[in-house]
């Protein structure tokens, strides 16, 4: 499994769109990356998956550059609820997902 | 919708007590995995199984078992609870055989405390 660097914390305002770049820098060439987002006292919910370029769907968008080293999760205008931890993870084919510790994504009024 | 069910949102137990969390699926999964999480630690994995009867260890197994004798329900046993394993536990299931290609569906957690 690759391992990912994410910055341990962010802070936004509402209606603002807000990028969370992860670095993979040991992605390799079946890899897919992966997106979650987990509110207080809940469970991670898969947000989204790419592969290369850009995939976008109801609750995000992902950009992965051609080398596929770094991809950025953003979410357009984001609200109070928006308000988690976002965590970025790479792999394909294995038995087992690992976890790092994620962005702490604060959204202030 | 896919729903996760963990037996317990709050649990309390006493040092040495042997204590069952119980995960339930209602979605035919074939994987489940059961995860702990800790401030500052993130989420590590603690077993998980791609089918009945198959179990898997994770990272950090010691002092867990776990058992899945149907397939929509997995359960995490502490043989004997100790302070350490106070902790929210996390219950997951896939549709694939490969965790890394698939949605991961969560429970809410259970919230064990150790006394």
């Known amino acids: 499994l690759a391992k990912t660097t994410q910055p341990i914390s962010m802070d936004s305002y509402e209606g603002q769109e807000v990028n969370i770049t992860c670095s993979h820098n040991n992605i390799a060439t079946n890899d897919y990356i992966t997106w979650y987002q987990q509110f207080p006292s809940q469970g991670p919910r898969f947000i989204i998956q790419?592969?290369?370029t850009k995939v976008t769907n109801e609750v995000a968008s992902l950009f992965i550059p051609a080398d596929r080293k770094s991809s950025t999760l953003s979410l357009p205008r984001v609200s109070l609820s928006d308000t988690a931890v976002y965590y970025c993870l790479v792999g394909w084919g294995d038995d087992k997902i690992i976890f790092g510790k994620g962005t702490r994504l604060h959204i202030l009024p | 919708d896919v729903k996760v069910t963990q037996s317990s949102r709050y649990l309390v137990k006493r040092t040495g007590e042997k204590v069952f969390l119980e995960c339930v699926q209602d979605m035919d999964h074939e994987n489940m995995f059961w995860y702990r999480q800790d401030p500052g630690l993130g989420l590590r994995l603690i077993y998980f199984?791609?089918?009945?009867?198959?179990?898997e260890k994770g990272d950090i197994p010691e002092g867990y078992s776990v058992s899945r004798e149907k397939k929509e329900r997995f359960s995490l046993i502490l043989e004997s609870a100790s302070t350490n394993q106070t902790s929210m536990y996390l219950c997951a299931s896939s549709l694939g055989l490969k965790a890394t290609n698939e949605k991961l569906f969560f429970g809410s957690g259970t919230q064990l405390s150790v006394l």
């Open positions: 790419g592969y290369k």
């Open positions: 199984s791609y089918d009945v009867k198959m179990k």
